[in-house]
């Protein structure tokens, strides 16, 4: 929908169809888990856009319609009518591919039993509220972004949560060690049982309703169940178009969003976009991101040239009453991709210690050797908000800064804000001391 | 007390001395309000550093010891201690004067009456707090950082406050009129009486104490007056040993805080600095960078090479339930330098709009027309800590970088930290179709 505006807006006389093969448009995913927790009243209020507010500025919305192929030779789609069961071609000069992703369900997933969820979408959301009712025993089968958010919103409500992790701690693809221990505790500490290097190999039933996640490590019983593996970008139409993916997976695009078949374009989810810190391709789906593709598309689209920027790698969430921030690159990352990296750790607070309400602030900054450039940042503070200066680091990325540069800055002080030297100095100082 | 520990710390064979006229050596100033309000618990909690450390550091430290004289081509330094009444001269190799800014005290302040106070020590603190014992009415003369947080920390303690101030507005020099409103607003809603355009003339007193302001406004009853009407840095020393001040009036230095006179350095609030995005030289006596001159002094007197980087205008403050930032120039700054500038203002949430404990935050954002430089912004967020985001605004303006570049950024998004396009991606957005 952000494609869809910004085509329009920019240009006037552009005709524009939106087809969506679900009910809903232009809705606020990240916000999803707290509606199940209450701090967002109801689902209506994720409804960033209606389609009567896009009709109302000369934009067709056609929902229930599924685009099930695509004749890039004869510029035509294939769409299928829900409700009425009608199949149709349509014609287009430009065609955009905005399919998003859609929540992995691994083979022992794919059940007919009651209570077996993902979150991706609205009905999703609606459906794990209802099999909630009356349920006491949750179990959320992935320990990331999605499944720390759900495990503490589920909880709120007076439901008893198990998180079951493949792997050997939660949070594992986006912290480094210390920083996913901490998270682990956290959650820990508000009474979810955590169960990592656990396999889930399939479920228990009765009359036609889980009752149990079957694991290598024994059975976890549980009323509802939530799948929280990660996600995968739809991309059948970007086959069926002849469009190029990636090494990841997702659609590669150049600057402009533009795929490789000519006048298609893939925005948001499902695209690749490039990792400024290592000037990689990699497939990180996340709300901010899409939006700007999708913003970008829609001007190159209708005429105009717009470039995507590229990414940093930021990441941020609440879990429970912690909050947790990362930029570029971890330490592992980096290691990974063969960079000389080194990290320091600092704690500090988040106001100035003497003042009432300062908590502990912990931040790993990570840069490179030799060159001294800064590669990333890690941030955990019981004052979740305190983590949202991970953006300066964001930002120091964007200029390809160093930490001596990062310690030149002119940071805000006032003992309700911070200590005389923000965290992000204090982190920098100890930094530039390493590379 | 920076530079001395930094220089300790570069060359541990350095002999170093700190001569200290008071008692009270590395306090955070920038606390003080917030212990008579109660959200600090007692003065000893400001003490960043005892004598004791930094005796333990190897470092001398003679309290009420005052520096009355410098000899520069000798080298030497007249010293007075002001408990034995004995006058010394002390040699150096290198001189360092930091001796800070007093709070002015107008020609009516010049009193013997007692309730009359400043605040920019321990000891004015702890005056002002016996001052209040038993008090009703406080009269606070000067609506800047120092008046408002006094202000709000005095109104905690339940006693009536009247704020004078001789401009059209308060806040009046950090900030654009439409934020310089909302302030006001602000205080006032918490019961303050705001006198605007009103000078004072004098004081009215009865049995030795102090028992009103005379304006010419009328008489403000007042069982307590504080005194902050701004700043002067303290320059006797420096006009002693011959050393340039700047067209502000503070020591001028360089970037490695060398004074215009060999072997003699100044850091802290007496000295002026380089403001990077007007390049000019500008008096803005603030913590962070009195703090970060005192090392880079200590660092270059030890043998080493430091230099200082510059500021860009950061200055934050919680007035009440407000949170207020700023950094770069305001509008009204930009055009004073003759700039040709563009503001635009915008109103989004903090956190995304649906989320439960979301607030209205303001945003102005100011650039030069015509080249697209950003050259500052200004923030209001009743959650205070919200406008700590100023900081990437900051970093931004360290880099010299444009309103796009700043909408390009990879900024931190989850729904209880931020909308999906974070408000200052939001107002860079707009400002670019303004510049």
Avoid at 154 to 163: A, F, H, I, N, S
Avoid at 170 to 181: E, K, M, N, S
Wanted: glycine letters at 12%; hydrophobic letters at 40%.
């Amino acid at each position: 929908m952000s494609a869809a505006s910004r085509a329009k807006r920019f240009n006037g006389d552009a005709e524009v169809t939106v087809f969506e093969r679900g009910s809903v448009i232009s809705y606020g995913a990240c916000g999803l888990p707290y509606v199940l927790g209450g701090a967002v009243d109801d689902w209506d209020s994720l409804i960033a856009r209606t389609p009567e507010q896009m009709r109302g500025r000369g934009i067709s919305v056609r929902l229930r319609h599924e685009v099930t192929g695509v004749d890039a030779g004869a510029r035509t789609i294939t769409v299928h009518d829900r409700d009425k069961g009608q199949t149709t071609q349509e014609p287009y000069d430009k065609l955009l591919i905005a399919t998003g992703v859609s929540a992995i369900r691994p083979d022992w997933a794919q059940t007919e039993l009651a209570g077996v969820h993902v979150l991706r979408t609205i009905p999703d959301g609606q459906a794990i509220e209802k099999s909630m009712r009356g349920a006491k025993r949750v179990c959320i089968v992935g320990g990331g972004y999605i499944g720390l958010e759900l495990a503490e919103n589920l909880c709120r409500q007076g439901l008893t949560v198990t998180m079951v992790e493949r792997g050997p701690e939660i949070a594992g693809r986006t912290l480094d060690h210390p920083y996913q221990v901490q998270v682990r505790q956290e959650v820990e500490r508000h009474s979810v049982e955590v169960r990592c290097n656990t396999n889930v190999t399939g479920l228990t039933g009765k009359g036609g309703r889980v009752t149990g996640v079957e694991t290598d490590g024994g059975i976890i019983r549980a009323d509802v169940v939530i799948v929280a593996v990660g996600v995968k970008p739809n991309v059948e139409l970007l086959r069926a178009a002849g469009a190029r993916l990636g090494k990841t997976g997702a659609a590669s695009v150049n600057v402009r969003q533009e795929t490789s078949v000519e006048g298609i374009y893939a925005a948001g989810d499902n695209c690749e976009s490039i990792h400024r810190v290592t000037r990689r391709k990699v497939h990180i789906p996340l709300g901010l991101t899409a939006n700007r593709m999708g913003r970008i598309a829609g001007v190159n689209m209708a005429g105009g040239d717009a470039k995507f920027p590229g990414v940093v790698g930021t990441g941020i969430f609440k879990v429970f009453g912690l909050g947790v921030a990362r930029t570029g690159l971890t330490q592992t990352e980096a290691e990974g991709l063969g960079l000389d990296a080194v990290s320091v750790d600092v704690k500090s607070t988040d106001h100035a210690g003497y003042y009432a309400d300062a908590q502990p602030i912990d931040v790993r900054l990570t840069a490179e050797k030799g060159t001294g450039r800064l590669l990333g940042a890690q941030l955990i503070c019981p004052n979740h908000q305190s983590v949202k200066r991970v953006d300066v680091i964001a930002a120091h990325l964007h200029g390809r800064g160093k930490a001596d540069d990062l310690f030149q800055m002119d940071l805000a002080y006032a003992p309700p804000f911070s200590g005389v030297w923000d965290v992000l100095l204090v982190a920098a100082d100890k930094l530039m001391r390493e590379v």
